[in-house]
């Protein structure tokens, strides 16, 4: 039996990471929505004498923290699959490929906002797909 605790600490890390984000994806997405904040947003716009409109940016927002919210959602899936892989040594390699996958999720999807979590779980993917149990040959026991 390998111990998995690099991996397991690093996905619980990430994972955390990835919760935040999400959040600030939701958060965001919401504040979209708010009529106040559409008023507010515009009247600074009117104050610099922007050309940019208030819409167009508010839907940019809205697609943002959209992809935010889903990347992170999506990723979270992956690394608790991921987790409950690593308890049976078997399926360590479907783990690392897990951890892999949720963070090309989280690091493309997210606007490159996912760097952190994406690359500790690309280290948590390797060590997965690296760390082999050890056989009884390879093992040096005397007599």
Same mark, same amino acid.
């Given at each position: 039996?390998?111990?998995?605790?690099?991996?397991?600490?690093?996905?619980?890390?990430?994972?955390?990471?990835?919760?935040?984000?999400?959040?600030?994806?939701?958060?965001?997405?919401?504040?979209?929505?708010?009529?106040?904040?559409?008023?507010?947003?515009?009247?600074?716009?009117?104050?610099?004498?922007?050309?940019?409109?208030?819409?167009?940016?508010?839907?940019?927002?809205?697609?943002?923290?959209?992809?935010?919210?889903? +990347?992170?959602?999506?990723? =979270?899936?992956?690394?608790?699959?991921?987790?409950?892989?690593?308890?049976?040594?078997?399926? +360590?390699?479907?783990?690392?490929?897990?951890?892999?996958?949720?963070?090309?999720?989280? =690091?493309?999807?997210?606007?490159?906002?996912? =760097?952190?979590?994406?690359?500790? =779980?690309?280290?948590?993917?390797?060590?997965?797909?690296?760390?082999?149990?050890?056989?009884?040959?390879?093992?040096?026991?005397?007599?």
């Amino acid at each position: 039996m390998i111990k998995r605790t690099a991996e397991k600490t690093l996905g619980i890390i990430g994972s955390i990471i990835v919760v935040f984000i999400g959040f600030f994806g939701g958060v965001s997405l919401v504040l979209t929505k708010n009529d106040e904040f559409k008023t507010r947003l515009n009247e600074n716009l009117n104050t610099i004498q922007s050309d940019t409109n208030a819409v167009s940016i508010i839907d940019s927002l809205q697609n943002a923290a959209g992809m935010l919210l889903w +990347s992170s959602i999506i990723s =979270f899936i992956l690394v608790l699959i991921a987790l409950f892989n690593l308890k049976k040594n078997a399926k +360590s390699t479907l783990a690392g490929i897990l951890f892999i996958l949720s963070a090309i999720v989280i =690091f493309i999807s997210s606007f490159f906002v996912g =760097f952190v979590p994406g690359v500790l =779980f690309i280290i948590a993917g390797i060590l997965a797909l690296t760390k082999k149990p050890s056989t009884y040959a390879d093992q040096n026991i005397p007599g």
